[in-house]
């Protein structure tokens, strides 16, 4: 059918006068566009999506710029070297030489730009690192491919047998969500299931495109990136929930939403509920414009108005006379981190862990079945406290160690665990799941109100870290520490900011990446900073917790989908290792070690927060600077890589973290938090 766009060109080209040859041409050239076909539509095929994407030739120039920002910028990446190959638990599973791989691209010819960006995009990816990733936003996301039936991963009633399904609040979520479009998926469906898709809803899935369900969720766990943990990654497939800043959100999972155009439908061969005979279903995906993207007509326009740098993609001279102030929600990096839209400037001054991710933060609403009730008072956005039908079971439903104010966040926490304790809470469930990360200081404040004071949360909760010291960042340093080049203190190298292993702050005059520490890893030279350590208290807490203890160890379980990253790690890890926290994994396949967080890290920053230490401090004409980058990207990094606990001197980050508990899911508890908070205070309490 042709799209409502493509019927204006075809009798424009038989109304209008053919006054000259340049003008048929014109038109012509309009009509062999392929953008043009999706100009104006809110839903397409994704064959047309590519098609428009794949039109894109690749500039030399732009390829240029864009590897060089990236390979530039991965020089204060952390651990370039240790990602090359990561030990035992991972070394399967984080085996990438970027550097070798850049060279590649550089080297390799491209059949369109957006071929190019799959390549460089999934290069990152190999990393599982989701702090260092490249994002795109001409292509990642611009348009969404959905599809009405959500995965799960559910145990049968014996306990042991796991099978995959369509998620049993499949069609209840996708006629929520698509009202506009589920005629289209109610018509593609053939015979007596046309016009039937709500009966799909709980079906057992036998084949998924011919193989079995487990190849397919292994293949996305191969490109789909973020997490070491091969268990975390095959958790991505199936759908989640999560406590977001406005309410409860769904998470579709990676099966029925991607963020690329890359398939165009899918072949499953299922049986019903209370059916007994297999029957095969072809459903088409469909690609739903972003909510980011900007108008546009055909190709050019397209480009031009969503493909190029904006205010927020490269850095600034914090020194400069006037800045220009540019909205939380329009920054590229602000769009990629998994959290709630926090200032650039708040970033600085509270510091932040997250990772990113080419998909936004989900606005797809959890089901009224499955909302947990009205929280107990002290809830705040993303961070939200209830009290079980047991009277004795708090839960703390953490969706983000970020809000959109640091302070209140602070309180939030603080009056909600104590309202808790007034209502008669002895034992707290702690849900995490689906939690990119925020505020470092967060993360130490929460395990520190959890256990009280002692020597492993006064006066440092965290971990101690330690930051790469290469020649431009050795630079930075100089021209602060000697040209007193950041005098208001707001750049991530002035020594101001920082203390030693020993808890004492520097000397505005301390180089405190001199001398640099020289390691070989996997064969190759680097150098890092000294060990850095305290870094939240007293200072950064905005009010002081309670003198005691508010939960006993054992009385704390913290419960995910493995999807716990960032300062959701840097919390989740000291609990578990210094405290004996237990920990869960929900629904994850029998046989593969669940991880209970990963993308450790120590703090992420970005391409443009190290341009702004850059410009700010005179050095973006040195030979080892980035350029400007030309297009709508974001370059992810790791700053600050933390020291490990169960093997001291080497990084947390590819230490292991395995699971208490893999909880099985089941009708009754799958994307049910109520229900499965209930079933974990029976097991552990």
Avoid at 132 to 137: A, F, G, K, P, Q
Avoid at 319 to 334: D, F, G, K, Q
Avoid at 370 to 381: Q, R
Avoid at 561 to 574: D, E, K, Q, V
Wanted: aromatic share 8%.
């Amino acid at each position: 059918m042709l799209s409502v766009a493509w019927l204006l060109v075809s009798l424009l080209s038989l109304s209008l006068p053919k006054t000259s040859a340049s003008s048929e041409v014109g038109l012509e050239a309009r009509a062999a566009d392929p953008c043009v076909a999706i100009a104006g539509q809110k839903w397409v095929a994704p064959a047309d999506v590519r098609n428009c994407f794949k039109s894109f030739k690749v500039d030399q120039a732009i390829k240029t710029n864009i590897l060089d920002v990236v390979n530039k910028t991965l020089a204060f990446h952390t651990s370039v070297n240790y990602q090359i190959q990561a030990p035992p638990p991972f070394q399967n599973d984080v085996h990438e030489d970027l550097l070798k791989d850049i060279a590649r691209i550089r080297t390799t010819n491209y059949a369109s730009d957006y071929d190019l960006h799959v390549d460089l995009s999934r290069t990152l990816k190999r990393l599982n690192d989701g702090h260092c990733v490249w994002i795109n936003r001409c292509f990642d996301s611009s348009f969404v491919n959905f599809l009405p039936i959500p995965l799960v991963l559910l145990t049968e009633a014996d306990g042991k047998t796991q099978n995959v399904h369509i998620a049993p609040e499949a069609f209840t979520v996708a006629t929520a969500e698509f009202p506009d479009q589920i005629d289209v998926w109610q018509n593609s469906l053939k015979g007596s299931l046309k016009g039937n898709l709500q009966s799909l809803s709980g079906a057992k899935v036998l084949l998924i495109n011919g193989l079995p369900p487990n190849f397919a969720v292994d293949a996305n766990a191969k490109i789909t990136g973020s997490f070491q943990g091969l268990g975390t990654r095959q958790n991505t497939f199936f759908s989640s929930y999560q406590r977001a800043t406005t309410g409860w959100s769904y998470i579709m999972g990676n099966f029925a939403q991607q963020s690329l155009p890359l398939d165009d439908d899918v072949t499953l061969l299922l049986q019903r509920v209370n059916h007994t005979l297999p029957e095969v279903v072809k459903l088409p995906y469909r690609s739903r414009i972003g909510a980011a993207i900007a108008p546009f007509t055909d190709g050019p326009s397209f480009r031009a108005n969503n493909c190029v740098a904006v205010p927020g993609t490269n850095g600034v001279d914090i020194n400069a006379a006037s800045l220009a102030r540019v909205a939380p929600a329009e920054v590229p990096l602000i769009q990629a981190q998994q959290q709630p839209p926090v200032p650039i400037e708040v970033q600085r001054k509270h510091l932040v862990n997250v990772f990113m991710d080419g998909s936004p933060l989900s606005d797809v609403v959890l089901p009224p079945g499955l909302t947990p009730p009205s929280p107990v008072n002290g809830s705040l956005n993303a961070a939200q406290f209830y009290l079980l039908a047991d009277g004795k079971t708090g839960v703390l439903a953490l969706g983000s160690f970020s809000d959109n104010s640091f302070e209140d966040l602070f309180n939030a926490l603080l009056n909600g665990l104590l309202n808790l304790k007034s209502l008669g809470a002895t034992q707290l469930v702690v849900d995490v799941t689906n939690n990119g990360g925020g505020f470092i200081c967060i993360a130490h404040y929460l395990h520190r109100l959890i256990i009280g004071p002692k020597d492993t949360t006064v006066p440092q909760a965290g971990l101690d870290t330690k930051a790469r010291a290469g020649p431009l960042a050795q630079l930075i340093v100089k021209e602060i520490v000697e040209n007193n080049a950041d005098p208001r203190e707001q750049l991530l190298y002035n020594p101001a900011n920082w203390r030693n292993a020993s808890g004492e702050f520097f000397a505005p005059t301390d180089d405190w990446l001199q001398p640099p520490v020289q390691l070989t890893i996997n064969g190759h030279r680097d150098a890092f900073s000294q060990r850095l350590g305290q870094e939240c208290q007293p200072e950064s807490f905005v009010t002081p917790p309670p003198d005691t203890a508010l939960f006993a160890p054992n009385k704390v379980v913290i419960v995910s989908n493995g999807r716990c990253a960032s300062s959701c790690s840097l919390f989740s890890i000291t609990m578990s290792k210094e405290e004996g926290v237990k920990t869960v994994v929900v629904g994850g396949r029998q046989g593969v070690q669940q991880q209970y967080c990963g993308t450790v890290g120590g703090q992420s920053t970005d391409f443009s927060t190290i341009d702004t230490e850059i410009k700010s401090t005179g050095l973006k004409n040195n030979s080892l600077a980035p350029p400007d980058l030309v297009v709508n990207g974001v370059q992810g990094i790791t700053w600050r890589l933390g020291f490990g606990l169960d093997d001291k001197n080497a990084p947390e980050e590819w230490q292991n973290h395995p699971a208490d508990l893999n909880l099985p899911l089941t009708t009754k508890t799958i994307n049910n938090p109520v229900a499965i908070w209930e079933d974990l205070a029976k097991r552990f309490f």
